[in-house]
């Protein structure tokens, strides 16, 4: 006999749990729960179907998938959290008592878990988890920059602030620098790694106050995530560039001892990015462009590829014979970083990585970021510092007339945005992307051809031959009668645009009705956004159109 089916007891009713069920079942608490979803990589769903799932019930409940919680009840770091709980019981009871001895040996047995395996688990490859990196290099390098609180611990800020400056190092080291943009939020880099390309934003060099209203507690658990999975992205990377990990300066400290990581000042040394750190090999830096002889099918593809391999030979050594001196009031890490990636030198006044002082004859350009400097050299160039980003993105170096200091600075482009045929592009993008080799016919905004010539239509003319006469007398009755023939001038064509355009209108309403129900909905939604997108163009047209009549 076959058991009848009962509501809610089959299909997505049994697909999905609620949270509450979920931390009965897992016997945590909801702060725990939180941690090891974090941790586990787990995320809430929502159903298509919610009233189904909730038992016919329309009340807002948060959802998981069974089977994702059947994976957490296996977790043995579940344990962990149970003995952590009763580590603060006891201690709480040792200190109560007083009892000094007992409070020591529970801290020397505190129990602790390690997210090592979790990380494997997560990224079975190494590709995987460079793919996942944006987001752990994103919230390091902001939590590098917070003050010390009771969330923000300072194991936490230190061990970002390490782990970011040997990601720059190693980006430093393998020239993986592709794109920056300065905006209001920070500076936005794009590094290309084993072939995947990783973007991440570091917030400007300025204090940061104390801030209430973010819950820190559940930053700092994806904290603990990401500083371990970096830690291992970061050993990777050095080894297949041939860098000592941990990152080691070249040559001798002051003292004579080989210089590392473990000093406070070589720390310093190494966290200014202005000194090259040790290799563990004979690794090239540069790969150079193989040579093939041409083929018959060879396609424009393998040309373009080839150009952008050229172009990031060029930028790789883009900086190789200059030496820069930064001001105090420049961003120093960013413009280190950047002229670093291409083959350059930078110092500057004060602080730990200085490497030659301002009266170094061998300066090339000195960066500064005021209108006036008292007692300027003539055998170096001065320039802003987005002179420096504009180089870096248009992969050459500009006239730096005008980026002289106190001169009204050209547009800050975003290398980021990718134009389409129709898009709005400013002059100065179409210029530098015919430097770079880029096809821009399709991006200029053609104008609209004349149409035919607007001469009024010439009238028809009447012949003026007489008619022919039907033959009646004797002399011409034989003779049959001769065609009277008249050339008429021809009218020029001319098409009614109006007209035109209304049958056009009135067969795209025919082909809309037949749309299908189903498919309206979505059609609507992407002529609303190409109507969007078309008012944005002419707002952007319109400011362009006002600053150049102010200017």
């Known amino acids: 006999m076959v058991r009848d089916k ?4 089959a299909g997505a009713a049994t697909n999905y749990i609620s949270r ?3 931390l009965k079942k897992l016997q945590l608490t909801l702060k725990d729960f939180r941690r090891l979803c974090i941790l586990k990589g787990i995320y809430p769903h929502e159903p298509l179907h919610k009233k189904k799932v909730n038992k016919g019930s329309t009340e807002n409940k948060t959802f998981y998938y069974v089977k994702d919680i059947n994976f957490l009840a296996t977790e043995p770091i579940i344990n962990k959290f149970r003995e952590y709980k009763i580590f603060l019981r006891r201690l709480t009871k040792a200190k109560a008592k007083k009892e000094t001895d007992q409070v020591q040996r529970l801290y ?4 602790v878990y390690q997210l090592d395996r ?4 997560r990224y ?8 996942d990196l944006d987001d752990a290099l994103c919230l390091c390098f902001m939590f590098a920059t917070l003050p010390h609180t009771k969330s923000v611990k300072p194991k936490f800020v230190h061990e970002c602030r390490r782990l970011t400056v040997e990601f720059m190092h190693y980006v430093i080291a393998a020239k993986a620098l592709r794109k920056v943009f300065v905006s209001v939020k920070g500076i936005y880099y794009q590094a290309e790694i084993m072939g995947e390309k990783v973007t991440w934003i570091v917030p400007h060099e300025r204090g940061v106050p104390h801030v209430n209203d973010v819950d820190f507690s559940v930053m700092a658990t994806f904290i603990e995530f990401y500083t371990t999975m970096l830690g291992f992205v970061n050993f990777r990377l050095y080894h297949t560039v041939g860098l000592h990990y941990p990152p080691k300066l070249q040559g001798y400290d002051p003292s004579g001892a080989v210089a590392s990581a473990d000093t406070e000042d070589s720390k310093e040394r190494v966290y200014s990015l202005a000194q090259a750190i040790q290799k563990v090999g004979d690794v090239d830096e540069q790969s150079a462009v193989d040579e093939f002889p041409p083929e018959e099918d060879a396609t424009a593809n393998s040309e373009a590829l080839r150009q952008e391999a050229e172009s990031l030979a060029r930028l790789r050594t883009l900086f190789a014979s200059c030496r820069f001196f930064l001001n105090r009031e420049v961003p120093k890490e960013a413009l280190t970083f950047i002229v670093r990636c291409c083959g350059g030198m930078t110092s500057w006044a004060l602080g730990p990585g200085a490497t030659y002082s301002e009266e170094d004859q061998r300066i090339t350009h ?5 209108p006036k400097l008292q007692g300027k050299k003539i055998s170096r160039l001065y320039a802003q510092p987005q002179w420096i980003f504009d180089c870096f993105n248009a992969r050459r170096r500009l006239p730096i007339e005008r980026y002289f200091p106190g001169a009204a600075l050209p547009p800050h482009l975003s290398p980021f945005v990718e134009e389409r045929a129709g898009d709005y592009v400013p002059p100065e993008r179409l210029d530098q992307l015919r430097h770079l080799g880029h096809d821009v016919d399709n991006l200029i905004a053609q104008k609209e051809e004349k149409g035919p ?4 239509p010439t009238k028809k003319k009447r012949s ?5 006469k039907t033959g009646t007398d004797e002399g011409t009755a034989d003779t049959p009668a001769k065609p009277q023939m008249a050339v008429e001038p021809g009218q020029l064509h001319r098409d009614n645009k109006q007209k035109s355009k209304n049958e056009e209108g009135q067969e795209l309403k025919m082909r809309e009705m037949m749309i299908a129900k189903k498919h309206r909905r979505v059609y609507h939604k992407i002529k609303r956004g190409t109507k969007r997108h078309a008012r944005e163009v002419d707002t952007l047209k319109r400011k362009r159109a006002q600053i150049d009549a102010g200017n």
């Open 6 to 9: 009962k509501k809610h007891e």
């Open 453 to 456: 010539s607007s001469a009024p």
């Open 366 to 370: 000195q960066i500064i970021d005021r």
């Open 20 to 22: 509450t069920r979920a």
């Open 124 to 131: 079975p490859s190494f590709v995987a988890a460079i793919r």
């Open 118 to 121: 979790i990380v494997k688990e």
């Open 108 to 111: 020397d047995n505190k129990p």
């Open 464 to 468: 003026t031959l007489p008619p022919s």
